[in-house]
């Protein structure tokens, strides 16, 4: 009974490369969501998908970030032309339809670094 | 923006010894989750509270959830080595998302 699986769990990328975050959540879970958590700060909200919709994005920046959650295979979060500041790790979650508000199951995230 | 403010921010403490920690809120929180994350690995959900004044109990861990549902504590009875570890506290806002304090980071001293 796999959790929430996330890779790469490492990324290391060039100024300017794009970089995809993958992230299957556990089985029966049908949301997800994506935290960033910077060193020194608290997990940041960016996005919350369900099935081939993103129901909430009000935490993504506005540029070079695009997530998505197909009926097919894992939600992906992409970042196109990297900078040293979207250095960070990454997690995503998913809960049950409806069961959100009582918490998460995380993944063990990946860990960007622009170099 | 309903900010959870956590305290302390780091505690060093021996093996065996009582610790309690803090998150702390001037907003109302329909319910409140602790997680605890450990070094490389994401957080993991340890107990949600929902009810004020509610105490729930896990092991060696007493959590409460304040009568006004704007603070919460976490009590470590005889803290371990395996309790080391990253505490974060997190409430929901309007919509989908969560709050997340800047935790308290625990190191326990065999």
Redo the contacts between chains.
């Keep these: 009974n796999a959790g ?1 699986m ?1 890779n790469p769990r490492h990324l290391v990328r060039r100024r300017g490369q794009e970089a995809r975050l993958r992230c299957s959540p556990m089985k029966g879970h049908s ?1 997800v ?1 994506w ?1 960033r958590q910077l060193p ?6 960016m996005v ?1 998908l369900q099935k081939e919709n993103i ?2 994005e ?2 993504m920046p506005k540029e070079r970030f695009s997530a998505e959650f197909p009926k097919e295979g894992p939600s992906i979060l992409r970042i196109q032309q990297v900078v040293r500041g979207d250095s960070a790790a990454y ?1 995503c ?1 998913s809960s049950p339809p409806g069961q ?10 990946t ?1 960007l670094t622009v170099v | 923006t309903q900010l959870l403010e956590q305290s302390p921010q780091f505690l060093s403490i021996q093996e065996g010894e009582n610790l309690t920690v803090y998150c702390n809120s001037s907003s109302v929180f ?2 409140l ?1 602790w ?1 605890r994350q450990e070094p ?6 340890l107990v ?1 509270v929902v009810t004020g004044g509610e105490v729930k109990k896990l092991k060696r861990l007493t959590f409460q959830f304040g009568d006004a549902r704007k603070d919460s504590s976490l009590h470590i009875t005889a803290a371990q080595p395996g309790d080391t570890g990253l505490y ?1 506290c ?1 409430g ?2 309007t ?9 308290t980071s625990l190191t326990v001293i065999p």
């Design positions: 929430v996330q949301h969501y935290y020194e700060e608290g997990l940041k909200f919350y129901i909430d009000s935490g997690f979650a959100g508000v009582y918490g998460y199951t995380f993944g063990s995230g860990r | 329909s319910s989750q997680y490389g690995e994401g957080p993991v959900l949600t974060l997190a929901p806002t919509g989908n998302q969560f709050y997340f304090g800047t935790g």
